[in-house]
């Protein structure tokens, strides 16, 4: 082992024969399955009992109880044996249900779900944004009423991924709104197909629709179904919201890979269209990827001492305008022959589209203007905005 191993499972709290486990582990996982016959559920099932999915999770819901600077050792072998990547097969569930399941809730949700969620069989979508409380979370007005044993919810939620697909939703709702904001929201696990609920696609200029506006309509959740005390919903969504940008911006690449190879690739197929200028800015933006690339390995080090926190914004900050400026190259390299796209019904996978869909990323999971107030306040300790809503009752601060 060399010594800058040694010293990177030293600062995770991890010792040799816990990186040991670890291997065998998943060397195991490997040596039993053939990726070209098994399925992708029993691929990621066969991770999950072996207690890789998320190895510091305990052990029968997914892990090994051992530190989680040690999920890079399992994923490099998984990956290299060919292992479905468990993130893209189920975005919502995987990055952001799965930690705030293992953080807030019970054994028994945590056995029910957690391993359906990890293999891909269930689909998770995430019910937080509206149309009247988007950048502003904690303003929204979605209701969820006690009676009896359940509480009854009725609202709009909108921008909500994979919703047309999920069988389960986090939701954020209000409970109590004669408190202010923050305080009078409770944190739920919604049934997508329960009655009540009603899913309609928003269509994007790709032509797809992988956005959802979702009516719910005297829904009723168990109140088993509430992760964490009510009125203390705000709390439980920051475990969502911290490891959605840390998922979303904080994927482990290799150099020149992720959305600067679209570019490198157009290069060098196309030698036609070079010019001097084009060339520097390649140049530029591949100097730029690097650093994002190296900056998310320092902080996929630093979180190995604990859970994501605000600094997961810088990665969403900086890879969501990086890949904005990407494609916006590439269009430009492409000049008149960028304006083509095959299909609105079913468009191909082609630069044009990928820079249609880039138009999304500074505002998915978190806009890149709420970003910069996250990481200026809590990161450098800047002061605050100006809030004139602070303790007021959320029913009478000023809406619309």
Not at 185 to 211: C, K, N, S, W
Request: a negative charge.
């Amino acid at each position: 082992m060399s010594a800058e191993t040694a010293d990177a499972l030293a600062a995770a709290g991890a010792s040799q024969d816990d990186r040991a486990r670890v291997e065998r582990a998943a060397h195991g996982v490997v040596a039993g399955l053939d990726p070209a016959t098994a399925t992708t559920a029993e691929y990621l099932g066969a991770c999950y009992d072996a207690g890789l999915a998320w190895v510091h999770f305990p052990v029968g819901f997914g892990g090994l109880g051992l530190p989680a600077g040690l999920q890079a050792v399992a994923d490099a072998i998984l990956a290299a044996g060919g292992r479905p990547d468990p993130f893209l097969n189920n975005p919502i569930g995987v990055g952001m249900a799965g930690p705030t399941l293992h953080g807030h809730a019970d054994e028994e949700l945590r056995a029910r779900l957690l391993r359906p969620l990890y293999t891909g069989e269930q689909m998770w979508a995430q019910l937080f944004s509206e149309p009247g409380a988007g950048s502003d979370l904690a303003g929204l007005s979605t209701r969820a009423v006690r009676d009896g044993d359940d509480w009854v919810v009725d609202g709009q939620k909108v921008w909500t991924s994979l919703a047309h697909l999920a069988s389960w939703a986090l939701l954020l709702a209000r409970t109590d709104p004669d408190l202010p904001k923050h305080r009078g929201l409770t944190y739920f696990i919604v049934d997508m197909h329960a009655p009540g609920v009603e899913v309609r696609p928003l269509r994007q200029a790709t032509g797809q629709a992988e956005f959802n506006e979702v009516y719910l309509t005297g829904v009723r959740v168990p109140d088993a179904h509430r992760l964490g005390d009510v009125g203390q919903g705000w709390n439980v969504a920051m475990t969502t919201l911290m490891n959605e940008r840390s998922a979303i911006g904080d994927s482990a690449l290799g150099r020149g890979s992720g959305t600067i190879a679209d570019a490198l690739e157009l290069w060098r197929d196309r030698p036609d269209l070079h010019s001097p200028a084009l060339r520097l800015r390649l140049a530029d933006l591949w100097t730029q990827a690097e650093a994002y690339r190296l900056t998310g390995e320092r902080a996929r080090v630093a979180r190995t001492a604990g859970p994501p926190g605000p600094e997961a914004s810088i990665g969403k900050l900086v890879g969501a305008e990086l890949n904005q400026k990407i494609y916006d190259f590439c269009m430009d390299v492409l000049g008149p022959e960028g304006t083509l796209y095959d299909s609105y019904d079913d468009p191909a996978d082609s630069l044009q589209r990928r820079f249609l869909r880039a138009r999304a990323n500074t505002i998915e999971g978190g806009t890149s203007q709420i970003l910069r107030n996250v990481l200026g306040e809590r990161v450098l300790r800047l002061p605050g905005d100006v809030r004139v809503d602070t303790g007021k009752p959320w029913r009478d601060v000023p809406r619309g």
